[in-house]
């Protein structure tokens, strides 16, 4: 009766499809494991997705970033009598194509490897077909841990009588590996307002017209101590010409962020919060209510991340604060500021913003400005307490080929 039963169960199981278990040893950032894979097996009525106990198969799956692509490998580990024990195979997968292409690309692989499982039980359910690949041979990938990015954004509109334009440039050289980040750069701007000269009633025409400019550098390094805690220290300078708020004006600073996901989260999605304390320098080019031309006072803060992405599209919110340490209520800014973010091309994105800002600062005192001097009026919007301003820009990039992800506190 026994050898009878064994006899029994053992024909019921080859006819039964073939089980398998996914197992994910390193996500990636596609949805390749686990939704694409049991989304194979599942179309497939030959296979059966199964506990790990029990399946015949079992697929296991790593994701390694390679600049823009995921290098993901199989590795099919069977128990089925006539098939290989092991079959290892790679696919690189873009990770800014949809998912529709990133399925076309990682199905084939996942069926070949598979294939030798099946055809070893029902030999009748696999068919082969052989073609001529492009390539023959393919070089070794060569990785660097550095890249750039060139950012350009700019506005502007035209009438008969009225012209104005501005735009900004700003560039970055950046050191990344899986601990550190090293960045550095500069940014330039300028604009232009052309209209009509008022005239007053003695017959003297004053100009309207202005011209604004700015120039900066600076530089930043972030260490990641884990997956969730990390520090980093950042010194920018700006200049900007006589007619606007500062003639120079320095920030140095230091900070502490803990994130709720991994810097190599597979979706690309980040929540995280951050304290910063520094130093602050402000050199004026208008003499302030309180009687400074220069000052200097330490800074600090709490900033807040969000992002999610969505294949082409990233979406998220930035909400940052700046508070002089010694006097709150003299010097403070709260900003909230959504953004999304469009890949449109494999080294180019779209960028789009509105920044909403609540701040208090010493004024401008009313005895430094000369009232005929029309292009300093025109420029003291710095001093309103609520600001709203939409940015579009196009962001040029040319990522480290290394792979590695670290987007530890930007923006400090």
């Known amino acids: 009766m026994l050898v009878l039963v064994g006899v029994l169960g053992n024909a019921h199981a080859q006819t039964a499809p073939l089980r398998v278990d996914v197992e994910c040893e390193q996500i990636g950032r596609t949805k390749a494991c686990p939704a694409f894979l049991l989304g194979f097996v599942d179309a497939n009525k030959v296979l059966l997705s199964s506990p790990r106990a029990g399946a015949d198969v079992v697929v296991y799956a790593t994701a390694n970033a390679v600049a823009l692509d995921d290098q993901i490998h199989l590795r099919f580990v069977g128990h089925v009598p006539g098939a290989p024990e092991v079959v290892e195979l790679d696919v690189m997968v873009s990770t800014r194509s949809t998912d529709d292409q990133q399925r076309a690309l990682l199905e084939p692989v996942f069926l070949r490897g598979m294939a030798l499982f099946v055809a070893a039980r029902y030999p009748d359910a696999v068919s082969v077909t052989l073609t001529t690949?492009?390539?023959?041979?393919?070089?070794?990938?060569?990785?660097?841990?550095?890249?750039?990015?060139?950012?350009?954004?700019?506005?502007?509109?035209?009438?008969?009588?009225?012209?104005?334009?501005?735009?900004?440039?700003?560039?970055?050289?950046?050191?990344?590996?899986?601990?550190?980040?090293?960045?550095?750069?500069?940014?330039?701007?300028?604009?232009?307002?052309?209209?009509?000269?008022?005239?007053?009633?003695?017959?003297?025409?004053?100009?309207?017209?202005?011209?604004?400019?700015?120039?900066?550098?600076?530089?930043?390094?972030?260490?990641?101590?884990?997956?969730?805690?990390?520090?980093?220290?950042?010194?920018?300078?700006?200049?900007?010409?006589?007619?606007?708020?500062?003639?120079?004006?320095?920030?140095?600073?230091?900070?502490?962020?803990?994130?709720?996901?991994?810097?190599?989260?597979?979706?690309?999605?980040?929540?995280?919060?951050?304290?910063?304390?520094?130093?602050?320098?402000?050199?004026?080019?208008?003499?302030?209510?309180l009687g400074e031309r220069f000052a200097q006072y330490p800074l600090t803060g709490i900033d807040a991340i969000g992002t999610v992405r969505h294949d082409h599209m990233s979406y998220g919110l930035t909400l940052q604060s700046d508070v002089e340490l010694d006097h709150p209520g003299r010097r403070h800014s709260l900003t909230a500021a959504p953004f999304v973010t469009f890949q449109i091309g494999t080294h180019i994105d779209l960028n789009l913003s509105v920044s909403i800002t609540q701040r208090e600062l010493p004024r401008p005192d009313p005895n430094a400005i000369d009232p005929s001097d029309y292009a300093t009026l025109s420029r003291l919007a710095y001093a309103e307490p609520l600001a709203l301003s939409a940015t579009i820009g196009l962001t040029l990039h040319w990522d480290p080929t290394n792979g590695e992800r670290n987007d530890r506190i930007t923006g400090i």
Do not use: C
């Not at 590996?177 to 017959?203: E, Y």
């Not at 400019?213 to 010409?241: M, N, P, R």
């Not at 140095?252 to 690309?268: H, K, V």
């Open 133 to 289: 690949p492009k390539d023959l041979a393919s070089a070794p990938i060569v990785t660097s841990p550095w890249g750039a990015t060139i950012a350009l954004s700019g506005n502007g509109n035209y009438t008969d009588k009225y012209r104005n334009a501005s735009s900004e440039l700003d560039f970055r050289g950046v050191y990344i590996t899986k601990k550190f980040r090293a960045l550095t750069g500069g940014n330039l701007g300028g604009g232009l307002n052309d209209q009509p000269a008022l005239t007053l009633d003695d017959g003297t025409k004053v100009s309207l017209n202005t011209t604004m400019w700015q120039f900066g550098g600076g530089g930043e390094a972030i260490y990641l101590l884990d997956d969730h805690w990390s520090i980093g220290e950042g010194t920018y300078t700006q200049f900007q010409d006589p007619k606007a708020q500062y003639a120079y004006n320095l920030r140095s600073r230091g900070a502490l962020e803990w994130d709720l996901f991994p810097a190599d989260d597979p979706r690309g999605n980040r929540l995280g919060v951050f304290y910063h304390l520094g130093w602050a320098v402000d050199r004026y080019n208008i003499r302030n209510v």
